[in-house]
Structures are given as C-alpha cells and as structure tokens.
C-alpha cells in the first residue's frame, strides 16, 4: 500500500531547464531581440523626418510594424527583463501612433481655402509630430541602452522614459 503513503517530506517533481542561450547580440536570443526591437523602434521614426519624403514614411512604418510584431511574438516566452522591453516598445509604437494619427485626422475636415486655418493647424502638427518623435526616441533610446546591459525596463507601462 504504497500509493497511500502521504508525507510532507515528498519532493515535487523536478521542472525542465532552459538551455542556455549563447551569443549576446543575436537575434534568437533575449538580449539581441530587445536590442532589435528597439533599434527598430528608433529607426521608425527617426527616418521619415531624416530623410524624408513619403517613401520613408512607408518604409518607417513597415519598420514600426516589424518592431510590434517581434516584440509581440516574443514577449510571451522570454525572460522578465526582456518582457519588459517588449512591453515598453509596444506601448511606445502604440502610443506614439495613436497620436500622430489624432493629430491628423482634422486635416480631413478642415477647409483648404482658409490660408490661416491651415497654417495654425500645419503649425500643430508639425510641432506635435516633433515632441512624439523626442518621446518616442528618447524611450527608445533609453529601452536600447538599458537592454544592452541586460537590465529591466523601469516603469514599460508607463508615459514617461
């Protein structure tokens, strides 16, 4: 009657162990997707303004998308500190778009005859796409940094850096 013997003193089966990832910088590796996703991040708007031109805009978001599906994809089976990059650059992408998005959409309603109209709105939107761009690099740049010495996102759910 062995299957009725109940002790405290029972160890729980052991758990599987990771294998350990080797290489730092590689993009399989917890270290080099944080890295990428940031640096992604960084790129998606710092080249349309760079460069310029609707192409780029193209390009910056594909770029932008790229960075939200690896980070999303990842996010799930990845070390504690690497989810809290993902986490960061996901809401920094979300974000930053819904509102470069919010500060076009007038443009839609707005009469294109009125020259003083359009100057105070282009004026708007020109000055608000570059306070997103300071954010969104500055929390990018920050996240790239702070994944490249392995250490946790501070506060990922938050607004400021």
Request: charged residues 10%; contains cysteine; proline residues 7%.
């Amino acid at each position: 009657m062995s299957h009725d013997n109940v002790t405290p003193f029972r160890r729980p089966p052991p758990r599987p162990v990771r294998p350990q990832q080797t290489g730092g910088m590689g993009f399989k590796t917890h270290r080099g997707k944080a890295i990428l996703v940031h640096a992604l991040t960084i790129l998606c708007f710092l080249l349309p303004v760079v460069i310029g031109g609707q192409v780029m805009q193209l390009v910056g978001m594909g770029l932008g998308i790229a960075a939200g599906v690896i980070a999303f994809s990842s996010r799930m089976e990845t070390t504690p500190w690497a989810a809290t990059h993902h986490e960061q650059a996901l809401r920094t992408l979300i974000i930053a778009f819904a509102i470069t998005t919010v500060l076009s959409l007038p443009s839609l309603v707005l009469p294109r005859d009125s020259a003083t109209v359009m100057s105070w709105y282009g004026l708007i939107v020109f000055w608000g796409n570059i306070v997103v761009l300071i954010w969104a690099g500055l929390r990018a740049l920050v996240g790239l940094v702070l994944a490249s010495m392995r250490k946790a996102a501070p506060n990922p759910r938050g607004w400021l850096v």
